[in-house]
């Protein structure tokens, strides 16, 4: 029998990996006084808010004892001014100088943090990911501060920070080459056009998500010239794997356009909302992205808005038909239309959607409002030998006689099923004592009732809340 005490350090902190909790880990390092000191070293991870408090002295007392973090979490979701006083721009100088090992640093609702402190960060020569979420007083100075400054920085989340405008430190990052994933959410400052200011880095990014506040494009339709800047533009992107687009403008040769077609690694695309997407554009993007595995498009139903084109055009079955030809690992299919979306508008029939998921491994198959998609496609579904996970959102041409074929489906093992108002009681019986399904989730389903899910799945959850009708 070996003692405790006895126990290798290294052995200890590995034990110490295992526990995810950290109020768990807490009351491990209080067992003993080695306990306590070992688990202080291995610390790395620290996530504080509304309880640092006094801020400044509780998170100096908190990176002392942990002197070997690398990665510090501040949020303050939920805060109100009787939390105590939030952290402000001296609280970050406190992390720049007491930890030197700092590489990942999120700032989530810190609405009290400014450009000098965020340049008090410049000094942390080992950051390399920086994720800042509603930040209101932060502008581009800030960030170009932080960029010029940290030289290897990989990561970089930008989410609703509303008063960054000019773009230098885009400039400085694409001199860099180092960047890898950069993510822009709803900030009304940042246009499309201006990723083009990358330059080189393209050729080293493997993640992009840029999103723009839908009501801001929409009431100033913004950037179309910065947009036209991209027009002869060369983008090196052949190593990007994720490119996630919403309520973006996708402009003929132009724009993120340039990306589309280009990126010969790619393995999740997800559109939501592109004004301008085109058949082109996807049958590009199939063509030469083979590794292609998960793709997500959200078709936007208001096609009034001429903006970039001048022919509106839809994506169609041609699309469908060229994922299903060219992108032979596609496991994950995404198809969902917007609100006020109507049924003879669809843009996908039944045989371009049957097309992708008979001839594809698809697994996982998500659809929502596909109008086109009815009982006949539940049928073709029997013949499909890797389909495991079916989420059906407001799809109103599937009744019951289409919810039966779930029993015939040889790999399913999730169906989730929302507001789908063709379906009712009887369409489950077939799926009652099968235990075929290991998950089954029913919400908001009007003709579905409790009693008639219970049984049909290892595990069901139900949920009733017609609001949505009326």
């Not at 219970?454 to 069901?460: D, F, I, L, P």
């Amino acid at each position: 029998m070996v003692l405790m005490d006895n126990l290798p350090d290294q052995l200890i902190w590995e034990i110490f990996n295992r526990i995810k909790n950290t109020i768990d880990r807490n009351s491990v390092s209080l067992t003993c006084k080695r306990f306590y000191n070992l688990e202080n070293e291995q610390r790395k991870h620290l996530r504080v808010g509304c309880g640092l408090n006094p801020a400044n002295e509780a998170l100096t007392c908190l990176c002392n004892r942990f002197p070997n973090l690398n990665k510090v979490e501040i949020t303050y979701s939920g805060w109100m001014s009787k939390s105590g006083k939030q952290l402000e721009d001296p609280g970050l100088s406190i992390l720049a100088n007491i930890c030197p090992f700092l590489t990942d640093l999120t700032l989530s609702y810190c609405t009290f943090i400014t450009d000098a402190g965020l340049s008090s960060l410049s000094s942390c020569s080992k950051l390399s990911s920086l994720k800042l979420n509603f930040t209101p007083r932060i502008t581009g100075s800030g960030i170009f501060s932080i960029v010029s400054g940290c030289k290897d920085l990989k990561k970089i989340h930008l989410i609703r920070c509303l008063n960054i405008s000019n773009v230098e430190w885009l400039e400085c990052l694409g001199k860099q080459e180092t960047l890898q994933d950069l993510c822009i959410k709803n900030c009304r400052g940042i246009g499309e056009g201006y990723l083009v200011k990358l330059g080189p880095t393209w050729r080293n990014m493997k993640r992009l998500q840029f999103e723009v506040d839908s009501n801001y494009r929409y009431m100033k339709l913004y950037d179309r010239l910065a947009v036209d800047r991209w027009q002869k533009q060369w983008v090196p992107c052949e190593n990007m794997t994720e490119l996630m687009l919403t309520n973006c403008m996708i402009s003929p040769g132009r724009g993120l356009a340039c990306i589309l077609d280009k990126c010969k690694n790619l393995e999740k695309v997800h559109l939501d909302m592109c004004i301008g997407a085109r058949d082109c554009d996807i049958i590009g993007l199939a063509e030469n992205s083979k590794n292609l595995r998960a793709i997500s498009i959200r078709v936007p139903s208001d096609f009034s808005l001429p903006l970039l084109m001048d022919n509106p055009l839809r994506l169609t079955d041609n699309s469908l038909k060229s994922l299903a030809q060219n992108c032979t690992q596609l496991e994950s299919v995404s198809l969902s239309f917007s609100d006020g979306e109507f049924p003879s508008l669809s843009s996908f029939s039944l045989d371009g959607i049957l097309s992708l998921i008979t001839t594809c491994p698809v697994k996982s198959l998500f659809l929502d409002r596909v109008y086109s998609f009815n009982n006949t496609g539940m049928e073709a579904l029997s013949g499909s030998n890797f389909l495991q996970i079916l989420e059906l959102t407001r799809c109103q041409e599937i009744s019951d006689d289409g919810l039966e074929f779930v029993a015939r489906y040889p790999w399913l093992r999730v169906l989730r099923l929302t507001k789908c108002l063709g379906v009712t009681d009887d369409g489950f019986k077939p799926l009652i004592g099968l235990c075929k399904l290991e998950q089954l989730v029913v919400n908001d389903c009007p003709q579905v009732s409790l009693k008639g899910v219970q049984g049909a799945a290892k595990s069901v959850s139900y949920k009733q809340d017609l609001s949505w009708m009326y």
